[in-house]
């Protein structure tokens, strides 16, 4: 089980520092807001696995909140990246 939890985490770390890279780079607001939405999942799923290895079920109300937080926040942030790029639109037009 060590060897499995161990690969677990090594996978999700290189995928949170590829996600982070393309939060960094970019180029547009989307991808940004992507990658925050990523990184959010990949840490939901750092501390199920670790609440699954430790059996800590106290951890599932952290994964919860997490989990509403970053969908919430990506669509958040959608909509407002959304309403910018309509805005531009509407001002180039004009």
């Given at each position: ?27 547009s607001?989307f ?21 699954a ?5 106290a ?14 926040g990506?669509v ?16 180039e037009r004009?």
């Amino acid at each position: 089980m060590s060897i499995v939890y161990d690969a677990a985490l090594a996978l999700l770390g290189a995928a949170f520092l590829l996600t982070a890279a393309r939060l960094v780079r970019g180029p547009s607001t989307f991808d940004r807001i992507m990658a925050l939405d990523v990184l959010a999942v990949l840490l939901v799923s750092g501390i199920a696995v670790h609440t699954a290895v430790h059996k800590e079920p106290a951890n599932a109300t952290i994964l919860v909140v997490i989990a509403l937080m970053g969908f919430v926040g990506s669509v958040s942030a959608a909509h407002l990246a959304a309403a910018r790029a309509e805005r531009r639109e509407r001002e180039e037009r004009a």
